[in-house]
């Protein structure tokens, strides 16, 4: 059941990812590091990723060797640099590079992940991609909440295993994601109907694009400058790393209805359309997030998480898959990663420096304009075709 493997195999990425990157502030804290530390370790984390991204789906584009291996070699020293933060007595600036190699990695790693999926599709697999997402924002979600309370009830220093664990599964269904065409008269899942290839982008085109990765990186900025720094958010507010963990929980809890029914949007809007919708729900989610008045009103901002986030993931990797002909949509994924970490390199800078001299307020209203400013290039520059 091709969709199952996938499920498990974007579940795993996105168990990494939270461990690696939204707990990043609750382990780097207690490692001795500051805020502004913190948000610039992440930032030039993110920027290596950045450059690094489009490099390796290019020669992942040309190499004989299939996309889940490169996959599997990303987990092996994802897995080997967590076991080196068990080491105990390092120095701090050897830990602030073993984290910020590791915050790297999983970046460099996603657009790879999406890639196996779509190409599955194109190859006529029946495979679902929005249900098999849904279902990693469900496991994003329970370990979220998990990993806060055994940190609070241990040490961040059971984040390091957690991590071991994640890598070791990641591995092993990237490893063992290898599938055969399906009968044509089996319909299990719902896959999207095959469309006419597109030609190559022209510069009109290229320009279009181009407004449309600015959009998605003032988005993903507004994104970074709350879940970069949930935990200071959440205590600002009387909180815990418990709570924390709760915040992101219903965040991921509320983008499950929209990536399983995504299959449908997509058969009713294009993805240009709905990459628009996406940007209009950040905005609104980081206005109501700067708004809020306590954790019941970051808990209530959290849910609207399935207009943007939950929106955008899955809409952005069937925009390129619409709009970029096959010998370049493993680039194009790469593109779309490569402003999502734009966007993470933004908000972990300037949010972290904001936060260090005027506080969590102020902080959350420059995500506020983050997000309203991209929501409006989005709307520039999406193909609605």
């Excluded at 320009?207 to 400058?225: E, I, K, P, Y």
């Excluded at 952005?316 to 999502?340: D, E, I, L």
């Excluded at 929501?375 to 999406?382: D, I, K, L, T």
């Amino acid at each position: 059941m091709p969709t199952a493997r996938y499920a498990v195999l974007q579940s795993t990425y996105w168990s990494g990812f939270c461990l690696i990157v939204s707990f990043a502030s609750v382990y780097l804290l207690a490692q001795g590091l500051s805020n502004s530390e913190i948000g610039i370790l992440i930032a030039v984390a993110s920027a290596l990723a950045t450059v690094l991204q489009p490099l390796v789906a290019g020669v992942a584009d040309r190499s004989r060797w299939p996309l889940r291996l490169w996959i599997v070699a990303s987990g092996i020293l994802m897995a080997a640099l967590a076991v080196a933060l068990l080491v105990p007595g390092q120095p701090r600036l050897l830990v602030a590079i073993t984290y910020g190699v590791l915050v790297g990695s999983i970046q460099i790693v996603q657009p790879l992940v999406n890639s196996v999926g779509m190409d599955a599709i194109n190859l006529g697999i029946r495979l679902n991609f929005g249900l098999a997402r849904a279902c990693a924002s469900l496991t994003f979600a329970l370990l979220s909440l998990a990993a806060g309370r055994i940190v609070e009830s241990t040490s961040s220093q059971a984040l390091p295993v957690l991590m071991i664990a994640m890598q070791v599964l990641f591995v092993a269904s990237a490893a063992t994601f290898v599938f055969r065409r399906p009968a044509p008269h089996r319909d299990e899942e719902v896959a999207p109907e095959p469309v006419q290839e597109p030609e190559p982008l022209d510069r009109a085109a290229w320009m279009r694009f181009g407004l449309v990765l600015a959009g998605f990186t003032l988005a993903m900025a507004s994104h970074n400058v709350l879940n970069g720094f949930m935990f200071q958010v959440v205590t600002f507010h009387g909180g815990t790393a418990s709570d924390m963990g709760l915040a992101v929980m219903i965040a991921a809890l509320t983008e499950l209805p929209t990536m399983i029914g995504f299959n449908r949007l997509v058969r009713r809007w294009t993805p240009g359309v709905l990459m628009i919708v996406a940007g209009v729900g950040f905005a609104v989610k980081s206005i109501a997030t700067y708004l809020a008045p306590n954790l019941a009103g970051i808990y209530a901002a959290q849910a609207l998480q399935f207009a943007a986030f939950g929106l955008i993931v899955p809409a952005s990797v069937y925009y390129v898959n619409r709009h970029f002909p096959p010998s370049q949509r493993v680039t194009g994924q790469a593109y779309m990663t490569m402003t999502a970490t734009a966007g993470s390199v933004i908000g972990s800078v300037v949010g972290g420096v904001v936060l260090d001299v005027a506080g969590v307020p102020t902080m959350l209203l420059l995500g506020a304009v983050f997000g309203v400013l991209g929501a409006g290039c989005m709307a520039v520059g999406s193909n609605r075709s």
